[in-house]
């Protein structure tokens, strides 16, 4: 028995027929949109790695970079770079184990320093640098199982090893590096007293290390350190980073050292802090100080200063 009429059935056949069409172009366009989105997913996540990848390589190359200009600075020079893992101390000491002469390098960032310095106590350099240093290189000789040498120059000098082994050290912290530097201030080599060219420039390695405590080793080694000349020097480092804890080191050099050339040495150091703290202080010193020498130092600095107040001061002498 017919349900519906022959044209009605046709035109279900045809409405039927069309929406499985219709179902169909629907299903193939949804598979098309998962299958467009599971590759955009794809895509993604390979992305996502790649960047990663790209991340460590970008950072690897940038650290590698880094430690090639800083190393850059030597020149005929056989460079080996190691991590400074053990420490610093140890790091040098297993350069020194090996009883051949080798250099062991590292590089610290500091506070504003010199803009030259390409010997430990000089600053000389061919180029002209308008702003001061922000890092320093250290370098340390060693031979004969002992440290012999320590050199203290500013990124812009070039140093010539003479053919020899130079370790470079990478991740030397500040405060090692200033512990380090510190231990060589204070201590003795095997025939009693470490080499003084070793002790100074230790100093003036460690009075650019950022930070109070480098000052405060520098005040005690101006007040305590039984060497006169090394209590000179801790002196003189301290007027390049003025302040009240190097002012007051240099004032009590001054009234109480006993050795009247450590005392000179103090006046000259009054002469290298800025004007506005220096000459004040030069010109009581001048005024008052009973020791004669230390006077004279004072008048003689003032007179370098050109400062208004010290020309003030000497028509007042010589009224």
């Not at 297993?94 to 062991?104: E, T």
């Not at 070039?158 to 060589?184: I, K, M």
Request: glycine content about 6%; some cysteine.
């Amino acid at each position: 028995m017919k349900l519906l009429p022959s044209t009605s059935q046709t035109t279900l056949r045809v409405f039927v027929s069309s929406w499985r069409r219709i179902q169909f172009h629907r299903g193939a366009r949804r598979d098309r949109r998962d299958l467009s989105t599971l590759r955009d997913q794809r895509a993604l996540r390979l992305s996502r790695t790649s960047f990663r990848v790209l991340g460590v390589v970008a950072t690897t190359l940038i650290a590698s970079t880094t430690t090639v200009l800083a190393q850059s600075q030597i020149v005929n020079a056989r460079i080996e770079t190691r991590h400074a893992t053990r420490g610093l101390d140890a790091e040098i000491q297993s350069v020194a184990a090996q009883g051949a002469a080798a250099w062991v390098a590292y590089r610290i960032p500091t506070v504003r320093g010199p803009q030259h310095m390409c010997a430990s106590n000089s600053w000389t350099s061919a180029k002209v640098m308008l702003e001061p240093a922000s890092e320093l290189t250290i370098l340390i000789r060693v031979e004969d199982r002992r440290l012999v040498r320590l050199q203290t120059v500013t990124p812009d000098c070039e140093v010539d090893a003479g053919d020899l082994p130079v370790v470079w050290l990478e991740g030397v912290s500040l405060a090692d590096s200033a512990a380090w530097l510190t231990a060589q201030i204070k201590s003795t080599d095997g025939s009693g007293q470490r080499e003084p060219r070793v002790v100074l420039s230790a100093l003036a390695g460690l009075i650019w290390h950022p930070g109070d405590d480098p000052i405060k080793t520098m005040v005690a080694v101006a007040r305590d350190d039984r060497r006169p000349l090394v209590r000179s020097q801790a002196l003189f480092w301290l007027s390049q980073r003025a302040g009240q804890q190097a002012v007051g080191a240099i004032r009590g050099a001054i009234d109480d050292d006993p050795e009247t050339e450590v005392k000179r040495k103090a006046v000259f150091a009054l002469s290298r802090l800025p004007k506005d703290e220096g000459v004040p202080l030069l010109v009581e010193i001048a005024r008052t100080n009973r020791n004669r020498e230390v006077r004279k130092q004072a008048m003689f600095w003032l007179g370098q200063s050109k400062d208004p107040r010290a020309i003030a001061f000497f028509e007042e002498v010589l009224k």
